[in-house]
């Protein structure tokens, strides 16, 4: 009997306990969220503000781990507790800085919208103070992206060559050509280690990737600063030929001869031979001198009126040259070795006298120009609809003339003739 009345007060000893363990733990419990949630953000916010006004940013930095209770407790008041954040990033980000934790300074300093020269400065310092310390460890894309942003700092520029560089040898290993080439023709120093060879090659795999999309244009440009490694020259004459025989294609005999300059005489193309087309496009330089775009110089344009009966008239005219006459002409070298002048010359005309608005306006007028198998310019060409081209001194006119038979009594005579004397474009 004794010895369950000793058990019963055991069991009964260890219930209480659990009960005011329970009780104790749950008083912590709620004691451990309403303290730090309502109870001491109001004493945390007045320790941020009077230690902040008295530039105590050592004391106000102790607050930013705080930062998250003092959000909970304000978070009707998102203005205030945007202003104590500011505040507290700032002097957490001088601080970090002080303690020679960069990338922490960094982060919270960059968070700081209000940029004095004081903190411009600083972040400044900052800035470079990240990127040397991922040089150093290597990191060097991301040193790259901090120390582009340093002002006036004397060993920034040696810094940023070295991550840029070897950002580029990093990309190129990944085949990445086009950040490759992108980082390293940021390196200023041109007798940087090495970057002539890695430059070359980083090119010539950025060209032959493009030369293998058929984008021969793009493979081109790299090509041209690879020049020089391993067989670029060989590329560079395929893609020069593939872009000149397009210019041909295209009319445009001046742009293809600018390519074959950079051609070797021995290169072959779609069973064409480099050689001879340099030949040839010599044949019709000619044609070429012509090709382009011609503005007008001077013009008069005319509506005469005539009396049949004693040729008596008066007459309508402009003499100012228009933006708009122009005459556009392209060299084709067609395939059995013969050449074509293609193009269009516009002009104004009058061309009706039925009321005083019609007499007074001139229309823009569009002939078509083809001289085939030609290897220089003719004197004078008829385009029809009365209109008559000729080339001399170096200078197109069109002739422009046109009679009306408006009445028994009048007729109406429209002339144009337009100087066109100044190439304004090559083709």
């Not at 104590?84 to 990338?103: P, T």
Request: with cysteine; net charge positive; hydrophobic share 30%.
């Amino acid at each position: 009997m004794e010895e369950n009345e000793v058990k019963k007060k055991t069991v009964k000893g260890k219930v209480i306990a659990i009960i005011i363990g329970i009780i104790v733990v749950a008083i912590i419990a709620v004691g451990g969220y309403v303290l730090p949630t309502y109870v001491f953000p109001n004493s945390y916010i007045a320790a941020i503000e009077k230690s902040y006004d008295n530039k105590e940013y050592q004391e106000t930095a102790k607050y930013f781990n705080k930062l998250s209770n003092i959000k909970t407790y304000l978070k009707e008041d998102e203005e205030k507790y945007h202003k104590l954040e500011q505040k507290v990033n700032l002097a957490y980000g001088l601080e970090q800085f002080e303690n020679k934790e960069f990338k922490k300074a960094l982060e919270a300093l960059e968070k700081v919208e209000n940029k004095t020269e004081e903190l411009s400065k600083k972040l400044n310092d900052t800035y470079y103070e990240v990127g040397k310390e991922c040089v150093q460890n290597k990191e060097y894309e991301e040193a790259v992206k901090h120390l582009e942003a340093v002002k006036d700092k004397q060993d920034s520029s040696t810094l940023l060559d070295e991550a840029c560089y070897y950002t580029a040898v990093k990309y190129l290993e990944e085949k990445n050509y086009a950040q490759a080439a992108h980082n390293i023709d940021k390196v200023k120093n041109e007798k940087y280690e090495n970057l002539k060879e890695t430059k070359q090659k980083i090119h010539y795999e950025f060209g032959k990737q493009y030369f293998e999309g058929n984008d021969y244009e793009k493979a081109l440009e790299h090509f041209k600063i690879s020049k020089g490694y391993a067989d670029t020259a060989t590329y560079l004459g395929k893609c020069a030929m593939v872009e000149a025989e397009k210019a041909i294609e295209a009319g445009e005999a001046n742009k293809a001869k600018k390519l074959y300059e950079t051609i070797p005489d021995n290169a072959e193309y779609n069973g064409i031979k480099a050689s001879d087309r340099k030949k040839q496009l010599k044949k019709y330089q000619a044609l070429l001198n012509v090709s382009g775009e011609w503005k007008s110089t001077k013009e008069y344009l005319e509506s005469r009126h005539v009396w049949r009966y004693d040729g008596s008239w008066d007459n309508w005219y402009n003499n100012e040259p228009t933006p708009t006459s122009i005459i556009s002409l392209k060299t084709y070298l067609n395939k059995d070795g013969t050449a074509t002048l293609k193009g269009t010359a516009k002009f104004y005309a009058y061309n009706n006298y039925s009321s005083i608005s019609q007499y007074c306006n001139s229309y823009l007028t569009t002939r078509n120009i083809e001289f085939k198998n030609i290897t220089s310019i003719p004197a004078s060409k008829n385009l029809g609809n009365n209109t008559k081209l000729t080339y001399s001194n170096g200078k197109f006119t069109i002739k422009y003339s046109k009679k009306d038979e408006y009445s028994a009594n009048f007729y109406n005579v429209y002339n144009s003739t337009v100087t066109y004397g100044k190439k304004t474009k090559t083709y």
